[in-house]
């Protein structure tokens, strides 16, 4: 498993932009494909986009298709999730989990970061 931690979420109005960022100082995501989940309130937890890291090939859920994107610095070991055009739909607790390339379950996940939109 690698350690994860997330930043970057915060109180935003409808139509702002937030950037998150998920890091590991204890390992490297070569070889691992790198996702964001969120889950609101009464709600399952949903994906939200992924990247191969090595590819950088990403994938994103329909909801957020052209609003947000997802990203890597592997200087960093650093992966983004862009957060454009928000809506108060986008409220959820905000996760970055890992898997390794290939494999089905994402076994590494980060303790998650709040993002708010208001009206």
């Known amino acids: 498993q690698v350690q994860l931690v997330e930043s970057g979420g915060g109180l935003v109005q409808a139509g702002g932009s937030l950037r998150l960022s998920c890091a590991t100082t204890?390992?490297?995501?070569?070889?691992?494909?790198m996702a964001w989940f969120r889950q609101a309130p009464g709600k399952e937890r949903e994906f939200v986009a992924r990247?191969?890291?090595?590819?950088?090939?990403?994938y994103y859920a329909d909801s957020v298709k052209g609003r947000f994107t997802i990203s890597r610095d592997s200087a960093k070991n650093t992966v983004y999730l862009q957060m454009n055009s928000l809506k108060p739909e986008d409220t959820a607790l905000y996760y970055c989990?890992?898997?390794?390339?290939?494999?089905?379950?994402?076994?590494?996940w980060g303790q998650g970061t709040q993002v708010t939109v208001s009206s």
């Open positions: 204890t390992h490297t995501f070569s070889g691992y494909t």
């Open positions: 990247i191969t890291w090595n590819s950088a090939t990403t």
């Open positions: 989990a890992g898997r390794v390339t290939g494999t089905a379950d994402y076994n590494s």
